[in-house]
């Protein structure tokens, strides 16, 4: 960036303050974001007081320095006038005097007044823009050492540096806050590396993509066939395809022409052969996976085939604690029953006795078909025939609990625990999850060590994650995988469970008996019917457990609101109720669903704190959902809380606003930089609904949804319902739903590499056979 450019920049045009900050009310370390009080020396601002609240991103402000801030007045609901910063700079001093004053300052310990002076004698009124430009001139300075040289240089470049950076990321389009983080990303170096290859942001600065990276490398003449603007094409629309629509690879002619047309335009057509042949360069080093006609990213492709390798070493065991005899289990199932005042169905007792003699099995089901006794009666029978107690205070001296539950939520994990009555967690959390660096405190260097592990609600959970939990057992354990595979697949990528119970190289067991059913369950019947491609010919009849409101989508809010308010009338609270919905944005989405009822169950009033966030508002008192996994706080992604406090920013000694929330008396601390970690929960998405359950679930369905209504969809928001569904409506919308099947298909070989890897075994074994799957 030029001299001139600069100037233009800080024009006098621009509306400016000019002055010296005094009191620091807030800094954030984590993105630099600061409130302060400045001395007004001038401005062109309208202001007639001499002192003026200041924000904005600055990674460092020093006190009773002249800075020039270029911005706009602002006034805060709460805290009244502010000046929000767009651009800012250091003010140098211009004199000798004050030049001298500056080196000899607090910025540089160790440089006195006199070295100072003798800085200025030689070099004049432009010696720090001298000694930036070229640090070789402070040679000159007499009797200055080396080591002080270069000390003095180093300081005024990182000083100066962000000014620079700042100045430079504003020419390029970046606002304040997405100028910081790139600056913390990459320092004093963000403008060479963008320069060099701005196509490196979309990796290292969330909040930019392709489209953006993009528009500065045509200011820099990396557009068209420039082989970084290709590679960076290739590997953005690869991962959009697995982060967006869960495939796990693309096949290599569609990765091509998907490629070509991301960076085609009007203008200019991209060669494919060009495409393919930066594909050739990015497989050499290491970048992408390409196995014959698949192309992959490398942690998807090396999470397939670790998956496959641990799904065969489980299976391989011989010293898993299967070895029970005919009479022993059914010694210890008869005890069971009349422990717990149950008799266990025929196909109940054989998915128990399946699961206690296979090393590693499925047990899969839809709703009311009985999972949850079943695991209720594994753990019970293992611990029986293993002579082993359930009472996790009978551990201690770093014996670990010798039965691990796992499920991918919090809610589903206290799902589990409730059922069982023993301890059960997240996986995130069974595996010792550190937080944002990605790394977990278990391995295959650091093994879990147990005897049993269930993991519940399997569908849910992405290739990733089940390659790192599963080689993560030491062995010998049992593994019992828990799911229905008509669900939703995982958010992430991959559609492990179903690969899993198609490629039948391990025994599974499906259980179809509807126990709910025969309770007078007609949710679980409907639920069954839209399973199997039915939509029954009496849905819109009133049940005793369910009901249909025909409504258009610009009714949708008025008739959820009415059917809520029904709801609390007959004694019923924000907690029991949950209104699920597909998509966010729309006069029926997600968002403006939360709004409605956020005044319907929680109404704005003068005695209640609120705090606005965005196009948010958060009241003491409101239903929210947690968004990310938080160990730390012992808080999980779908994990459903109440706001119990709010705490203006004067109250705290952070000294910024504080929200309290409880989940189920577990409280967490969100402060203002962290409120994106939450969102109101009246209304969720179907996704975030997974792994739980509700009393009531009112779940609206109208074609606005049509890009998301699939019938997995459908079928995953009624099964969230104990009690008692209401859906309203188009039935025209509902049938499209269940007719939209193979929409979704995602791209994955982990069938195909189990059934290659279990059949190699066959070849080299005459008595290694892959199982059949056990329908009961």
């Known amino acids: 960036m030029n001299e001139q450019s600069a100037l233009d920049l800080f024009s006098e045009e621009k509306k ?48 009773h320095e002249t800075y020039q801030f270029f911005g706009t007045i602002k006034r805060h609901p709460r805290y009244g006038e502010q000046y929000e910063v767009q651009q800012f700079r250091k003010l140098l001093p211009q004199s000798k005097a004050g030049i001298a004053q500056y080196l000899s300052g607090d910025l540089f310990p160790g440089i006195g007044r006199k070295t100072a002076e003798s800085i200025v004698d030689t070099l004049g009124e432009k010696a720090i823009s001298m000694i930036l430009e070229n640090p070789d001139c402070l040679q000159q300075v007499p009797k200055l050492s080396k080591d002080k040289a270069t000390f003095i240089y180093e300081t005024l470049l990182e000083h100066q540096g962000l000014e620079k950076v700042m100045i430079g990321l504003s020419d390029f389009g970046f606002g304040p806050q997405l100028s910081m983080k790139i600056y913390q990303t990459y320092g004093n170096q963000a403008l060479e590396i963008i320069q060099n290859n701005p196509y490196r942001l979309i990796q290292d600065v969330e909040g930019i993509g392709f489209q953006r990276a993009d528009e500065i490398g045509r200011l820099l003449g990396l557009s068209g066939h420039h082989p970084e603007r290709i590679q960076a094409g290739i590997l953005y629309w690869l991962n959009e395809c697995c982060m967006n629509d869960g495939h796990v690879f693309m096949p290599y002619d569609e990765t091509v022409k998907g490629t070509e047309k991301l960076l085609s335009s009007q203008e200019e057509t991209i060669d494919p052969q060009a495409i393919k042949h930066e594909m050739e360069i990015l497989e050499e080093e290491g970048k992408l996976v390409i196995e014959e006609e698949d192309v992959y990213l490398p942690s998807l492709y090396f999470a397939e085939k670790g998956l496959v390798t641990s799904v065969k070493k489980l299976s391989e065991q011989t010293e898993f604690a299967g070895g029970f005899s005919e009479s022993e289990f059914f010694e210890a199932l008869g005890a069971l029953e009349e422990r717990i005042g149950i008799q266990y169905a025929d196909s109940q007792r054989e998915a128990i ?32 025939i293993n002579g082993l107690s ?90 019992i995988i828990v ?63 369910r ?41 029926a989405g997600i968002d403006a669903l939360n709004e409605a009822l956020q005044n319907l169950f929680n109404p704005e009033s003068e005695d209640k704190r609120s705090l606005k966030f965005g196009d948010r508002v958060f009241r003491a008192g409101d239903k929210v959902l947690q968004l990310i996994n938080n160990p730390d706080a ?6 459903i809380g109440e706001i119990v406090a709010i705490f203006w920013a004067k109250e705290t000694k952070e000294n910024e606003d504080m929200l309290v929330v409880s989940f189920d008396g577990i409280e967490v601390s969100y402060l203002r930089r962290d409120l994106n970690q939450i969102t ?97």
């Open 16 to 63: 400016y303050i000019k002055g010296t900050p005094h009191h620091i009310i807030f800094h954030s370390e984590e993105n630099a974001y600061t409130v302060m009080r400045v001395k007004i020396e001038e401005t062109n601002e309208a202001i007639s007081h001499k002192d003026i609240a200041v924000c904005g991103y600055f990674p460092v402000i020093h006190l």
């Open 353 to 384: 006795r399946t699961a206690l003699s296979s090393p590693i099995m499925v047990l899969t089901g839809g709703p009311g078909t009985g999972k949850t006794t079943v695991i209720k009666g594994i753990v019970e029978i293992f611990a029986e």
């Open 390 to 479: 359930l009472n996790p205070k009978d551990y201690g001296n770093g014996t670990p609990f010798p039965i691990a539950l796992a499920a991918p939520t919090g809610r589903a994990a206290k799902r589990m625990s409730e059922s069982t009555g023993l301890p059960a967690s997240t996986i995130h959390r069974l595996l010792g999850w550190r937080g944002s660096g990605g790394q977990f405190e278990h391995d295959e260097e650091e093994p879990l060590s147990v005897r049993l592990l269930i993991i519940d609600e399997m569908s849910m959970v992405d290739i990733w994650l089940a390659n790192h939990l599963l080689k993560s057992l030491a062995l010998p354990t049992q593994v």
């Open 483 to 545: 799911g229905d595979e008509d669900q939703l697949p995982s958010v992430g990528p991959g559609q492990v469970l179903n690969d899993l119970i198609n490629s039948g190289v391990i025994p599974t067991v499906k259980l179809t008996d509807i126990y709910r059913q025969a309770e007078g369950s007609s949710i679980v019947e409907l639920a069954h019917a839209i399973k199997n491609g039915h939509l029954p010919d009496d849905f819109d009849q009133p049940k005793e457990d």
């Open 547 to 587: 009901r249909f409101f025909y409504c258009q989508q610009a009714q949708i809010i008025d008739v959820v609101c009415q059917v809520c308010e029904n709801a609390i009338k007959k004694g019923y609270t924000a907690r029991d109720i949950q209104v699920l919905a597909p998509i966010y944005k729309g006069n």
């Open 634 to 639: 012992n808080v999980f992604n779908g994990d």
């Open 680 to 776: 109101l929960a009246y209304c969720c998405s179907i996704h975030k609904s997974q792994g739980s359950e509700f009393p009531i679930v009112v779940l609206p369905v109208v074609r606005g949804y049509h890009r998301m209504l699939r019938r997995n969809l459908i079928y995953t928001a009624i099964t969230r319902s104990k009690s008692y569904l209401i859906m309203c409506g188009e039935g025209a919308a509902l049938r499209y739903a269940i007719d939209q099947t193979d929409v979704d298909r995602r791209h994955s070989r982990l069938k195909e590499k189990l059934e290659q890897r279990f059949a190699k075994s066959v070849n080299d074994s005459e008595d290694d056979f892959p199982f059949e799957e056990v329908f009961i």
